[in-house]
């Protein structure tokens, strides 16, 4: 029988996993392979012990963690909304809680004993007004949902009272019984009454009176306006006068609820019997799906190879699958010597009590594709209990369900009280060990009136038998890895091996395993943790040969060896990072260093590359020396004529402006002669030139006398190569005829960006006369050398000075650095 609905997908599903102990269950595997020798083989291997094992630990409901629990809404994907699945206090409870499920529905009255029709039927716009006469309507038809529970009314009025009421007042009044009920009164209200503009007043009748459906369909309600005075305050207007009703609603649906637990069981009890073993008629072949008798008159037979019991076990039951017509026959011995037919065999029966079985297949047509043996008849048993209310549930669709690998084993209805479901699964372990996915499931599906209701599922264990554990003392037993190719300098690998090694005593952790490598040149070889690091040695190739060896807790070993292949390969080149940013500017020349290397080839061999005929190499270095401003690219190739290697380096070429003084000019402004003299207006014009390969501008001037301020300038623009001049007004106060120190400085804030920044001071000197007044002629020719100067010395002097100036500046360092 295959599992239903809510169990599809079991195996495929992602839970959390509780691996059963390699250490209570290792023996079974080897017990299982001393099965197939003679039993005579085995005898001298001595059973330390046999014990059973609990192969689903997580049954108890002691670790919430250990299980899966969903909900599901009827056909959708969608949680339930009344199911609840919950692992608490060592159980596994599945909570259904119905809500009382109800509706509301509207009637309107049919009929007016006042003629009030108008007000009659559903709103409709259409009204009747009243200032005096009451307005009263009845007939509510509530016969299509009296067949429900009625669970409340509310009196639902469409009117309007279109002005204030001063002095009178509307009532509202329901008739039921003879009695008159005043529900609501509307009196000395401030302005417009409006409940007709889709907004119905609604008033709760619940307290009014003890309802049922035929008081409901007897009530009359009356709208009465009451005057008071000779002139009415205002009218009524009544459009529709309803009874809103809210009634339990019969329904109908489906909700499931299940807990899934998977489980890797590393030994099943189980025995696979090997077809390819045993004895085989002429008429039978052993084919991809078993042992096919094809479809000729002749049927084929099979005896199979003898099978022990394992010690202090029972046999289980006999299992079989094929796509045609097999009989069987069982065989049963107590030396292995002499066998006795018992006649024929069903699938899925229990098994004689005897040391040692055989079978015999009778193969009529098609194919034998496996068959199975179980120990201890494996059998799942769930145990719970059933309480509350199971009225509303569809008792032949409410089933409490288990499921194992897929295949439903069992189901009981929700009824109360205590359940028990037990069925044999050998027909469903696996059968080399691997997962064992269980699941209990509850269908609630419900059919009622709408009354509530609770019912409550509680799951106390699930045990699983069958699973032992026999201990014998033998050498541990590991899968030999296969020969291995590596590919040179392509890394190593972590190859699992402890998972494959097994051992009637001792724990796979507790195995000591060593493992070693005949060439340490070619391959390096060593356990970390549970697996084998092969590790190929650098730049090496050739063959090795790995040692394993495996010992376990009495010093049982197991020994084997395989082959590691290391492919050579031509090695590329390498050389040490290049710098990822680098800034030169144009005209200028950077130098980095290149280191490199091939293992393979000499570094005379390799050939360097660029993609840049800027980017140069000279002398283990490469030269960078852009002729563009802006950023740039350059890639190095190191080729040895099979493989490259590139970087790329990114180039951020640079252009600045470099000013420097060329010339300075001094000047008296007077016009009187060109001696600058104590008090004079001078002007000091300074000749920059601009020897950079980008504009300057604006280029501030700053001129000082013997280090003080005398005055400022600034040229707007000086493009590369070009000359330009600015002028500082200079007020002469030296105090007497000297010499002076004049600088003149060029951006000095450094807001110019400049190739050098050390060659914009000039420095220079000047001899200033006293400025006294010039002697009459008479004086002059009576003392000639008093020390005044003619004009003409005067301006002999101050090309003197200029001259020398020139001479001073061409002769002075390059490199003047700045002043502050």
């Known amino acids: 029988m295959r599992a239903p609905d809510e169990f599809k997908g079991l195996r495929h599903r992602q839970s959390r996993m509780t691996t059963v102990s390699s250490a209570r269950l290792s023996a079974i595997v080897l017990g299982f392979l001393l099965l197939a020798m003679p039993f005579a083989a085995v005898s001298a291997d001595t059973v330390i012990r046999a014990d059973p094992v609990d192969l689903l630990p997580a049954g108890d409901f002691s670790d919430d963690a250990e299980w899966t629990l969903t909900t599901k809404s009827g056909y959708t994907e969608n949680p339930a909304d009344y199911t609840v699945a919950m692992i608490a206090d060592g159980h596994l409870s599945f909570t259904h809680a119905r809500p009382q499920n109800s509706d509301d529905t509207t009637v309107w009255s049919e009929y007016s004993a006042t003629e009030s029709n108008a007000s009659v039927g559903e709103p409709d716009g259409g009204y009747t007004w009243s200032k005096g006469p009451n307005i009263t309507v009845s007939d509510f038809d509530l016969s299509a949902v009296s067949d429900n529970s009625l669970l409340n009314v509310t009196l639902t009025l469409s009117f309007k009272i279109p002005d204030s009421l001063q002095q009178d007042s509307v009532r509202i009044i329901v008739i039921t019984g003879g009695q008159h009920l005043l529900v609501k009164e509307y009196s000395h209200t401030f302005g417009e009454v409006d409940y007709m503009s889709g907004n119905s007043l609604q008033l709760s009748l619940d307290n009014e009176a003890t309802w049922d459906w035929a008081s409901l369909a007897a009530l009359q309600v009356t709208v009465d306006y009451v005057s008071v005075g000779e002139f009415d305050d205002t009218e009524v207007d009544v459009d529709a006068i309803g009874l809103k009703v809210r009634h339990t609603q019969p329904w109908f649906s489906f909700e499931t609820a299940k807990a899934e637990h998977s489980v890797i069981v590393e030994d099943s009890p189980i025995i696979n019997l090997d077809l390819s073993q045993g004895s085989h008629s002429a008429e039978i072949t052993l084919a991809p ?95 719970g209990t059933i309480s509350g209310a199971v009225d509303g549930l569809i008792q032949s669709l409410s089933t409490v369900r288990v499921a194992m690998n897929g295949v439903l084993l069992g189901e009981v209805p929700v009824s109360p009280g205590p359940f028990s479901i037990t069925a044999p699964v050998g027909v469903v372990l696996p059968m080399d060990g691997g997962d064992i996915d269980i699941g209990v499931s509850v269908r609630f599906q ?38 291995m190719t590596f590919i040179e300098d392509g890394g190593g690998i972590l190859h699992p091996f402890l998972s494959t090694c097994s051992d009637g005593l001792t724990d796979n952790s507790d195995l000591i395993v060593v493992a070693s490598s005949s060439d340490t040149s070619v391959l390096s070889a060593e356990m970390v943790d549970s697996a084998i690091r092969l590790q190929p040695m650098p730049d090496a190739s050739g063959t090795a040969e790995v040692t394993i060896t495996v010992s376990d807790e009495r010093g049982n070993i197991w020994t084997d060896t395989f082959s590691i292949s290391i ?254």
């Open 289 to 383: 799906c078993g042992l096919d008798a094809g479809s000729g008159s002749t049927p084929g037979t099979w005896t199979s190879a003898a099978i022990s019991l394992p010690h202090n076990q029972s046999w289980g039951r006999f299992h079989q699958t094929n796509d045609g017509n097999v009989t069987w026959k069982l065989e049963t011995s107590d030396d292995l010597a002499t066998w006795i037919d018992v006649g024929s065999l069903v699938e899925e029966t229990l098994l004689p009590d005897s040391p040692h079985l055989r079978f015999v297949a009778t193969v009529w047509d098609r194919c034998l594709s496996s068959v199975w043996v179980d120990i201890n008849d494996p059998t799942v048993t769930v145990t």
């Open 446 to 483: 419900w059919s009622n009136a709408g009354e509530p209701e609770s019912t409550v599922v509680v799951v106390d264990q699930i045990v699983l038998t069958g699973g032992y554990v026999v201990d014998w003392d033998l050498d541990p037993v590991c899968e030999v890895p296969g020969s």
């Open 567 to 820: 492919s050579p390969v031509d090695d590329s080149p390498v050389f040490d990072p290049l710098p990822v940013d680098v800034t030169v500017e144009v005209g200028q020349t950077l130098s980095l260093a290149l280191s490199y290397s091939d293992v393979d080839t000499a570094d005379h061999a390799l050939m360097l590359s660029t993609d840049r005929s800027w980017a140069t190499f000279a002398s283990g270095q490469l030269l960078l020396s852009p002729v563009d401003v802006g950023e740039q690219t350059v890639t190095v190739t190191i080729s040895d004529g099979m493989s490259s290697v590139s970087h790329t380096v990114r180039v951020d070429a640079t252009a600045d402006a470099d000013l420097f003084v060329e010339s300075v000019i001094i000047r008296d402004t007077s016009l009187v002669d060109d001696v600058i003299e104590d008090g004079d207006l001078a002007e000091i014009e300074v000749f920059v030139r601009n020897i950079g390969r980008a504009t300057a501008q604006p280029v501030n001037i700053r001129c000082e006398v013997d280090g003080d301020l005398v005055g400022s300038a600034a040229i707007a623009v000086v493009t590369p190569g070009a000359l330009a001049s600015g002028i500082c007004q200079w007020l002469v106060t030296t105090g007497g005829a000297r010499n002076v120190t004049i600088s003149v400085e060029i951006d000095r804030q450094g807001a110019i960006d400049e190739t050098s920044e050390e060659n914009n001071i000039w420095v220079g000197e000047l001899y200033v006369a006293s400025g006294e007044p010039a002697p009459s002629e008479g004086e002059q020719e009576q003392s000639p050398s008093s020390g005044g100067f003619s004009p003409i010395v005067m301006w002999g002097l101050l090309l003197v000075v200029i001259v020398a100036g020139i001479v001073l500046l061409q002769l002075a360092p390059g490199r003047i650095r700045r002043v502050q």
